[in-house]
């Protein structure tokens, strides 16, 4: 079984301990991090481990990349504290089993990851796909089980994702674009922290959407609009892809709102925490973002993650600002249509 | 038997009687587990008039009569045990009155849940009916003569709790009225304060009589709805949720989901409670409630919620719901048929137990949807198995699971629903001999050449 590559003369040289002194969610003095933080690597009882929302975001802010966030999942795991409650746990666990129904396109040496996400599905369409929309892959088998971290289940990653990757390897693929972007993260910060070999190139659709929108460049008409951006918990494992979601906008004529909670400071869809810590810190944490959309004169939010979406939408929406995934607000600045919308959800009484 | 084509083309009109080979073929079977058997006639009638007509055709002529729905209750209750005629109710669909003061409607014997919802909403759209989660062609009337449920039971009971008046064509073709009708020209109760003789007809499957117009109490239709689900792991502490919640009477409808598939529900249960509200104010008023209800479990990690994306939530809101269809053909073949005993919701976790001891034993595919009655009174348990209709082996071990499902639920203290001709047999072998007694000389008295729906509470 892997094993986290953690190196903890690191963590011992450190003296701003930013895993901790910035969290969103944990007020530490800087000393008392340290006190903590040394007790979550010695594998001691610390309250940090029971508090942690898992929002992943200390990942982000760890200046040495000495994945804290997978660190204190490993410890909850050891200890047996459940960051979620136990049928939330076996709910997901069962749900994303690989059971041998997946679904393969026309695989080329470049493939689409849907991971296991059905929304991209509706996403995927027009000039932008052209020539890879069939070469897709999609289901159990192909699913990044990141989404373990927020259950302290790094078991179930470590035995799951190498065969989820030979998986992938077996359809030839050289080069796989991730429209999921937790699967980026796990394949490019993950894997590689628990020594995991990925063999292929993932490409985050970022990168991908900005490439083919230079090919289509004589099609945008600037969307002259502002937007306010949706980071989501897994940009926190690959912060270096953040600067694409400024060169799309750029490209495309979208004003990235500079706004309290975004960039290094941004809140995650909260969703998971509704799950973890009861509605009320879920709530308080969705109000704050979406007034600070408000506050900034936000006409749209851009959601990265389909699973945010699926937190957010209705709730951006019913503030009057239009929810819009990344694919789609670029398939609208060379005049296509918007896909995922809101289902009309029946309030059939 | 005499033939009495003719007279009954005389009565409906030779559009709407039918001795065919391909109409008896269909009018011999539902979509469950009991063996079809053919009527001589189909008849549908259009009118009160003409209900009385062929019933006193039927009696004179001791001619077997089976009132029917849209057949759905899967028990082959509106199978033709002894031929003679199956009564299709559906031409007798108009929607009477709606008195949106003392909050009823009044529609004819064959309207169905679709049609009734669909007008409320267009009509009178502050007002709405407990649509059980049948598909929209049952009919209002078969489903109050099974005691059914729907999505206002945990607030208001049975549906046919909900039921407030009754007008019946009884097997000697008399006509009859019941409750506040019977006296008054509004329907505002079956009974109260008069002496409720609606009980010799509600549960009776159509053995006394035919209800040709039925008065049901109609509830506040608020403008916002939501589902909270709610997940735990534990079978034994499903019984303790389910009344916490039940106390917070903020929940009209309460269910609880229990199905090995697809893999999201393999081992836990999904607990989920409907809420309504005029204002979000409100509506979050009522989930803090619910939730607060739970929160000790929640702090031990014994009780999740769910958080339910929009794709999740249309589904489950959805009126009646699509799931339970979809699971009806999961084995492909078309065969679906449940036991729902009516039991304490304390017997829920021994429940569960047989039901997977029973899906295992007999190598049937599974589910189980429980619904609270009544503020928690009592639940419907449903040991639901669906079966490939093209495979007799399948169907005989789906058959048989049922039927050790059944007995086991009575031996438990749980009282069979909508109970089969083998599961009434059950009942009546356990039941109060001075009930069934009772039960015989109202049978007797009131269809005396026993020509209604003939073999279903037939007590020798």
């Given at each position: 079984m892997s094993e986290l590559k953690f190196d903890k003369t690191k963590c011992a040289d450190c003296q701003a301990v930013a895993c901790l002194v910035k969290c969103q969610y944990i007020d530490l003095d800087r000393n008392t991090a340290k006190q903590e933080w040394q007790k979550v690597i010695n594998g001691e009882d610390s309250f940090v481990l029971e508090a942690c929302t898992t929002c992943y975001a200390c990942e982000e802010y760890c200046p040495f990349e000495n994945h804290p966030f997978y660190l204190i999942v490993e410890r909850q795991e050891e200890k047996g504290i459940l960051p979620a409650p136990r049928p939330i746990v076996t709910m997901w666990i069962n749900q994303?089993?690989?059971?041998?129904k997946f679904m393969v396109g026309k695989i080329e040496r470049k493939a689409l990851s849907y991971c296991y996400l059905p929304q991209f599905n509706a996403l995927v369409k027009g000039k932008l796909f052209n020539g890879i929309a069939s070469s897709v892959i999609f289901g159990q088998e192909f699913f990044c089980n990141a989404v373990y971290l927020h259950y302290a289940r790094t078991s179930v990653i470590k035995e799951r994702l190498p065969k989820v990757l030979d998986n992938i390897n077996k359809q030839g693929i050289k080069e796989l674009v991730c429209l999921h972007d937790e699967c980026y993260g796990t394949f490019t910060s993950l894997a590689p922290a628990y020594g995991i070999d990925v063999p292929f190139k993932p490409i985050h659709y970022f990168e991908y959407l900005y490439e083919r929108l230079k090919e289509y460049k004589e099609r945008i008409r600037p969307l002259n609009i502002k937007v306010a951006y949706q980071r989501n918990c897994s940009a926190r494992l690959a912060p270096?892809?953040?600067h694409f979601v400024d060169d799309i906008f750029s490209l495309i004529g979208a004003e990235r709102l500079n706004r309290e909670y975004d960039r290094e400071n941004g809140l995650c869809c909260a969703e998971i925490f509704r799950m973890a810590k009861g509605p009320k810190l879920a709530d308080e944490v969705q109000r704050r973002n979406i007034d600070d959309m408000v506050r900034v004169g936000a006409e749209y939010c851009v959601f990265n993650c389909p699973a945010c979406w699926d937190s957010l939408a209705d709730k951006v929406a019913r503030k009057g600002i239009k929810p819009i995934h990344m694919i789609d607000l670029c398939k609208l600045a060379i005049g296509e249509e918007q896909s995922l919308k809101l289902p009309a959800l029946t309030v059939e009484v | 038997m005499t033939d009495i084509y003719e007279p009954l083309v005389k009565i409906v009109g030779k559009n709407y009687v039918s001795n065919q080979k391909e109409e008896r073929y269909f009018y011999a079977r539902d979509g469950g587990l009991m063996p079809a058997h053919e009527p001589d006639y189909v008849v549908l009638p259009r009118t009160t008039e003409e209900v009385q007509e062929i019933v006193k055709l039927a009696n004179r002529e001791k001619v077997a009569i089976v009132p029917k729905g849209a057949g759905l209750a899967l028990t082959g209750l509106v199978i033709p045990q002894k031929g003679g005629i199956v009564l299709d109710m559906k031409r007798m669909d108009r929607i009477l009155e709606v008195n949106e003061k003392a909050r009823y409607v009044v529609v004819e014997g064959g309207t169905t849940q679709g049609a009734l919802k669909s007008y409320l909403q267009k009509h009178h759209p502050d007002l709405r009916h407990s649509i059980p989660d049948s598909p929209p062609v049952a009919t209002v009337v078969a489903n109050v003569v099974i005691h059914g449920q729907g999505r206002l039971s945990h607030q208001y009971g049975f549906n046919s709790d909900m039921v407030s008046g009754l007008e019946v064509v009884l097997p000697t073709g008399e006509l009859c009225r019941l409750g506040s009708c019977s006296v008054s020209s509004y329907w505002f109760s079956k009974g109260a304060p008069l002496p409720d003789l609606s009980g010799l007809f509600l549960g009776w499957f159509g053995a006394t009589g035919i209800i040709t117009k039925l008065g049901l109490k109609l509830y506040p239709c608020k403008k916002m709805r939501d589902v909270m689900v709610v997940l735990t792991d534990?079978?034994?502490?499903v019984p303790d949720i389910l009344l916490k919640l039940s106390h917070t009477e903020m929940m009209e409808d309460i269910n609880v989901s229990a199905q090995p598939?697809?893999?999201?529900?393999?081992?836990t249960f999904w607990i989920m409670g409907y809420i309504t509200g005029d204002s979000e104010d409100e509506l979050e008023f009522k989930r803090q409630m619910v939730w607060g209800s739970l929160w000790d479990y929640f702090e031990k990690r014994e009780v999740g919620l769910l958080s339910v994306s929009p794709d999740m939530k249309a589904p489950l809101m959805s009126m009646p719901s699509k799931d339970l269809t979809r699971f009806a053909d999961v084995a492909k073949g078309g065969g679906f048929q449940y036991a729902g005993p009516i039991t304490p919701i304390e017997k829920f976790p021994a429940f569960i137990k047989k039901l997977e001891e029973v899906a295992a034993k007999y190598q049937v595919f599974y589910a189980s949807t429980t619904r609270l009655i009544g503020s928690g009174h009592c639940m419907m348990f449903s040991f639901s198995f669906s079966f490939n209709r093209a495979n007799p082996d399948e169907m005989a071990r789906a058959k048989k699971a049922l039927d050790e499902a059944s007995g086991f639920a009575l031996e438990e203290g749980g009282v069979l629903w909508k109970a089969d001709l083998d599961e009434q047999k059950m009942l009546m072998g356990k039941m109060d001999p001075n009930t069934l007694n009772l039960m015989k000389k109202i049978k007797q008295l009131l269809d005396p050449n026993g020509i209604m729906n003939p073999g279903n509470w037939e007590v020798k």
């Open positions: 994303c089993q690989p059971v041998g270096e892809t953040d | 534990r079978a034994e502490l598939l697809p893999l999201r529900f393999k081992g």
